[in-house]
């Protein structure tokens, strides 16, 4: 991501109230090209193959298309059937009744070592129905692809599991290379945007905790424009997200996937989130990634992590100091 805004810019104050219908018509920086493709096409049908979902799918992401042409995807574990409701996503909401598929893990490891990556995110759905909320499930893959592709970076970007630091201890014992979970918008916003059963304090918990258990793990949270925060809001969110020793910060638009979901209430230009990208790298976070399209597995941001976290691996060979 280009950062052509000067240093300290601010940008302009967002608009508030309800979105009018001229407002819901995406201006020309938020279009792009329908996926297509020879390895597009060939990722999609390996997936499908294989029953696996990828949140690049059902979260509708805008870079579908470019990540997926490039060879890249996040695949997202325990099906496609969530137990939140959050008013901003398109995943299907339910209950999935203890439904999971066991091998799911390997067939992760097969489809990842098929696609050649050397980087990969996992994220997944709430499964507020399982035992431990599906921690297991997911450490458990964490560790089948480190134990195939031992220098294959691996990103989760996990639920919340409603605050359970055994839980979330499970999936930091398997050593991925960066833990992410996301606040999603500022804290005022988070009971209008968010399931009632997460939170601002408990999400920032999560983030701290990783930290506390593991502190080499590094540690991301995404979050949302153009809900109708305030830029104090989003610079006290930044504030507490360095406080708790948070790595990496990723600004995004939101986009209304449906007509039943919130309305936008505000399309943040480009400039705006250079402008952003700016005042949060001068907070000290080791990476921003700031844009419209950009989204919590960004392909720039994986690059940038993939470097970091190599030199990292160099270091610890060689016997030499970060």
Sequence with gaps: MSNSAQAGAVPRTPTRGPADEEMRVKPRWLKVKAPAGERYLEIKSLLASLNLATVCQEARCPNMGECWGGGTATFMLMGEVCTRGCKFCAVKTGNPRGAIDPKEPEKVGYAISKMGLDYVVLTSVDRDDLPDEGSGHFARTVE???????????????????????????????????????????????????????????????????????????????????????????????????????????????????????????????????????????????????????????????????????????????????
């Design 144 to 322: 089948v692809i480190k134990s195939l592709s031992p220098d294959l970076i691996v990103e989760v970007l996990t639920p919340d599991f409603k605050g359970n630091e055994a839980y979330v201890a499970k999936i930091v014992d398997a050593a991925p290379d960066v833990f992410a979970h996301n606040v999603e918008t500022v804290e005022r916003l988070q009971k209008a945007v968010r399931d009632p059963r997460a939170g601002y304090a408990q999400s920032l918990r999560v983030l701290e905790f990783v930290k506390e258990r593991d502190p080499s793990r590094y540690t991301k949270t995404s979050l949302m424009l153009g809900l109708g925060e305030t830029h104090e809001e989003i610079r006290q969110t930044l504030r507490d997200l360095r406080g708790i020793g948070c790595d990496v910060v990723t600004f995004g638009q939101y986009l209304q996937p449906t007509h039943r979901h919130l309305k936008v209430q505000e399309f943040v230009s480009p400039e705006q989130f250079e402008a952003w990208q700016v005042e949060a790298e001068g907070m000290g976070f080791l990476y921003v990634a700031s844009g419209p399209l950009v989204r919590s597995s960004y392909r720039a941001g994986e690059f940038f992590m993939k470097g970091v976290i190599e030199k990292r691996r160099q270091h610890a060979i060689h016997g030499e100091g970060e």
